[in-house]
Every structure is written in C-alpha cells, then in structure tokens.
C-alpha cells in the first residue's frame, strides 16, 4: 500500500525494501556503537568497509568490470537516502559515497594497472582511498607541488582536510607542476614522507577526517592519473560529490522528524500532548514540506545526472540542489529545537549529532556562498537579452533624461 | 573583438572587464592577451596549453563547448569567460 504521507514512488518502495533485506543488518550493526564513537570522534571501523566492500554496496555505482551493478544515479542516491534514514553514523555514508565516486574517477583513467591495483580493492572494500584537494589557499595558489628530479618525482605540501583520511590506504592528491599545471596523483599511506594526522572537526567526526603532510615523496610516475588540467579533475569529483553527499542528509532529516514526532507523542503539557497543539503542529508541517522539497530537488538533479545531461565540471542543478538540501535539513533542525525545546538541548545527544553534522554541509563540496556567487554568474551568462520588453519599449519612446 | 572577464579572472587581468583585441583565431586573441598579462596564461590553459575544462567560453553569449584556440573570430565578437569552481 502506497505510503499517504511520504512521497514514494512504487520503484523506490521496491528499492527500499531491496537494499533492507541486504545491507539492513550491516546498518544495524553499525548503529550499536554509533553514539559512542560520535562522542569519541572514534573513526568508523574498517570491518564496516570492508563488509560494505563484501555485500556489494560499495561497488553498487561502478561498472561490473570491476565487481559493481552499474547502479544509476537516481537508484544510487536512493540508496545513500534510505543509509542517511536507517544509519546513525553520518560518517559512513559519506565516506561510502566518496569511496566510489574517487573509485569511478580512477576507471575513468582507462587504465588497466590503476583498475587493478586500486579500483576493484576499492570495489571490494579491502582497500581505502580518500581525496586530499583543499588547502589554506584559492585553487589558482595551491602550494603542494611534484617537481621532477634526476631521481624521479618528489611530492611537497601539505593537505588541510580530508575525508575518510584515517581509513584510507591510498589518497588522491593534487599538486603544482614546475610549468604551473596541475597534476592529479596517488600517494599510499606508508609511503616514506607521507604522514596523515587526524582532525577534530565540528562535525561528522566517525569520518575519519585528517590532514596529510607531504615531505618530499617519492613518487613513481605511473601514480599520476592526471597529467594535465588536474584542476578540472578535481572539480568533476567535487561536482558529483556534490549530489552524493546530499542524499544521506535527506533521509537523515525524515527519521529526525520521526524522532521528533514520537518524543511529541509521549510529552504532555497542560494535559494535552505535545503533537496536539497547533503550533507544534505547524512546525511538523514546515518540517514535513522541506523534507519533501529536498527530496524533490535532489532527485530532479539525481536524475538530470542520469540522462547525461549534467555538466560534469559545474553542473547548476546539483550545485543548487546541494546548497537547497543543505538548508532543508538545517531548517528540519531548527524546528525541532523549537518544539522540544530543553529536550532537545539536554535529552538525546543525538541531536546536537545532527546540528554538528548538517552544519558540515555548508562548506563541504563548495560553501554555499561560493556556489551561489557560481550560479548567480551562470544565470546572468546563460540568460539571453530580452528584446522589446514593455519596461524597454517605455523607456526609448521617454528618451535619455536631461 | 571584445574578451569580457569576470569573477576570480579579473584578478589575473588587472580587473579589466572588457579589452578590446584584434586577431583572427580564438588562440591568437589569448596570446595577445597573456603578453600583456603573462599569469593568466596558467589560469586559463593546462599544461598543453589547451584551455582547461573549467573555464566556460562565449562567443557572442552562445557556449562554446571545447572551445577550440583555431576557433576564427571577427572583429564584432564578444568572446567572455566564466569560470564556476568550488572547494572541497
């Protein structure tokens, strides 16, 4: 029976039910300690990859050559929305879903040494990856740079941030060249000069967040996958980050308005249960309309994706529908505050989760700020001259002013 | 013809929105361009001197998809540049 309230179509209902009956157990497993290793900024354990790698749902998006489903993006966000709605452990969806857009990014390569050394471990979940991209500085003066020596090549400079960093085997850097390029290449943690230190962000801290410093590493050559215009390389994976990092948020929000409503059930107040008064009820509904609105929005992108008709370098649909879904769910949050009030505050640590963690969503994959300024600029290029307009047409029969 | 920047390139140009150029070819336009600001030589092409990927390029307001540097111009051309990047 159809749900009357959430919207589903009956496909998504069938896939729901589909990824519970195989990786419900594994999210199951991964709640038992989820609070405490929030609470700890533990990083999520290996295991969890590693079955993830086992019950192929890390290789679900990737092509079956390499041990995936060729998932598309609308399924593929479906299915990192329902780990959002079932998995309290915001770190593992998010580096999950990184994991494989890095992972389709190296098949991209065509490569067959990188495919077998990196990709299909990927796949399997036997091997870490994570990206190092940001540093304290513009894209156009990053300061981390490969030079060419008579030894060979040598990797300096230094990454502030990284997800999934402290799980990782292998890590995804980018660097200067002599000639003012950039390059896209692979550093392995035990690497001599690579040193990873963990970070303690505000929050998603199960993530495994960390720096990497880079001391002149020796690098072999055939661990550059991008020899030139490393810079759009590392915009075609933050672009699609962009929508994978939205999914899981979504789903979080709806279970978070589950939470929501089953503390407003049980808390009476002037004789009356909390979920009766109007007010309150209100709140349910803005709650309820900016699920769906983010719902809406990231699968229009998902699906814009999909019909390969996205730009791959900065597309404006998913650029927005992350900023929109960002706010959503930090909306979601706000409400709830509101209606449980001291609750909230002091009553279940797993909110404060939520306000730490939605807020990551600001700056991850481009700040909003950044993206708006991005899409205004789009807009205003891609918007053709009106010709002839009644405000045009008035002002030439009024003439210039004196 | 005309090259407009904006955004983060008008840094690399002195903050010239518009300058005005004479060349024949896409290509010789930016070359004309880069002698007078030589680092927006590195801003705007990769390492083969191609113009990266990032950059979005119109020729008189329609996208030229992989604009190509042979791409003949005429004097009446408004070529512009939008670069849309973001963080990580």
Request: net charge positive; charged share 45%; hydrophobic share 45%.
């Given at each position: 029976m159809a749900d009357l309230l959430w919207s589903q179509t009956v496909s998504e209902a069938k896939a729901a039910l589909e990824f519970d009956a195989r990786w419900g157990r594994l999210m199951t497993d991964i709640n038992v300690d989820a609070a405490a290793r929030e609470a700890g900024a533990i990083p999520i354990p290996r295991r969890f990859f590693t079955r993830a790698g086992l019950l192929g749902l890390q290789a679900l998006p990737l092509p079956p050559s390499v041990g995936g489903e060729a998932l598309d993006p609308v399924s593929w966000s479906l299915a990192l929305e329902r780990i959002g709605y079932l998995c309290q452990d915001s770190g593992f969806p998010l580096v999950l879903g990184f994991r494989a857009i890095i992972a389709q990014a190296l098949f991209e390569t065509g490569r067959p040494d990188v495919i077998e050394r990196y990709v299909k471990p990927v796949a399997r979940g036997t091997l870490g990856i994570a990206m190092a991209y940001s540093e304290d500085a513009d894209a156009f003066s990053f300061r981390t740079t490969l030079r060419r020596t008579a030894a060979g090549y040598l990797l300096a400079g230094h990454k502030d941030f990284m997800t999934g960093g402290l799980q990782a085997d292998v890590i995804l850097t980018y660097a200067r060249t002599e000639d003012d390029d950039m390059v896209a290449c692979l550093v392995h943690k035990d690497d001599p000069g690579v040193h990873v230190t963990p970070l303690a962000p505000v929050g998603t801290r199960t993530s495994g967040p960390a720096a990497l410093d880079l001391h002149d590493v020796p690098l072999p050559e055939e661990r550059i996958v991008a020899s030139v215009d490393g810079l759009s390389h590392a915009q075609r994976l933050l672009n699609a980050r962009r929508l994978t990092v939205s999914c899981a948020p979504v789903g979080r929000a709806r279970a978070l308005v589950e939470l929501c409503v089953a503390r407003l059930n049980t808390t009476v107040r002037h004789g009356q249960?909390?979920?009766?008064f109007p007010n309150v009820q209100g709140a349910l509904g803005r709650m309820y309309i900016s699920v769906e609105a983010a719902r809406a929005m990231l699968y229009r992108a998902a699906q814009r994706v999909a019909d390969g008709e996205a730009d791959p370098l900065f597309d404006s649909l998913v650029s927005a529908a992350k900023n929109f879904i960002a706010e959503q769910v930090r909306s979601v949050l706000d409400e709830t505050t509101r209606v449980l009030g001291g609750y909230f505050y002091y009553g279940d640590p797993y909110f404060g989760t939520c306000m730490r963690d939605f807020a990551g969503l600001v700056a991850v994959a481009g700040t909003q700020d950044i993206l708006e300024v991005n899409l205004g600029s789009l807009v205003r290029t891609h918007t053709p001259p009106r010709v002839g307009s009644q405000h045009d047409n008035e002002s030439k029969k009024e003439g210039p002013l004196p | 013809m005309m090259l407009r920047f904006s955004g983060l390139l008008l840094r690399y140009v002195d903050y010239q929105r518009t300058i005005s150029i004479a060349a024949p070819t896409l290509g010789d336009a930016l070359r004309q361009v880069e002698t007078r600001f030589p680092t927006l030589r590195q801003i705007l092409r990769d390492g083969e001197g191609r113009?990266?990927?990032t950059h979005r390029v119109f020729i008189n307001g329609e996208l030229a998809p992989a604009a190509e540097l042979g791409t003949p111009l005429a004097d009446s051309d408004n070529i512009e540049f939008l670069t849309a990047i973001a963080g990580g």
């Open positions: 249960k909390l979920g009766e | 113009i990266r990927a």
